[in-house]
């Protein structure tokens, strides 16, 4: 890893992290928020695997680390196909957010999850898929009409 990243993510000198490169063409390459709802910031960063996967690293502010994506962890993760859900722009959705996607007719995760923290937004031309902590595990909630 770089030194593109917020200061004082040590989840990035973990051996699970070793060979991941950011990537920075992403629109922010890295997003802040509670994602966990325990009042600690958590960082999300768009990165690819040494084989060539991409997704998303997730820096929880207690330190842990969470790999989603195609070839960066255990089994698929989104319904997207070979789990290339990574979009060119993200964003952090909070709760309030997320709960107003139950307004629109199409083209966002049905039903609309109820998450603990804020949620990661994929944000594509036709739809929004989300990543979510669900207080166990992170989820995918894709945009299927």
């Known amino acids: ?3 593109c ?23 922010p390459f890295y997003l802040r928020g509670d ?13 690819r695997s040494k084989g060539g996967g991409t997704g ?11 790999l989603l994506g195609s070839g960066l962890g255990g089994g698929q993760f989104s319904d997207m196909p070979q789990d290339r859900f990574l979009a060119q722009q993200w964003a952090v959705y909070t ?6 996607l139950g307004a629109f007719q199409s083209n966002v995760p049905r039903p ?3 998450v603990k923290g804020e949620a990661i937004a994929m944000i594509w031309e036709d739809g929004i898929s989300l990543i979510y ?10 945009s299927k009409e």
Request: glycine letters at 8%; charged letters at 15%.
């Open 95 to 100: 709760k309030q957010e997320v709960a107003a």
């Open 35 to 47: 994602l966990d709802a325990d009042g600690k910031p958590d960082y999300a960063l768009a990165v």
């Open 5 to 27: 990243c917020p200061r004082n993510l040590q989840c990035l000198k973990s051996p699970k992290a070793a060979g991941l490169t950011v990537l920075s063409s992403n629109n």
């Open 112 to 114: 609309v999850p109820s």
């Open 133 to 142: 902590w669900d207080g166990v595990k992170y989820r995918w909630a894709g």
């Open 56 to 66: 998303v690293l997730i820096c929880v502010g207690n330190g842990s680390l969470f």
């Open 1 to 3: 890893m770089s030194p």
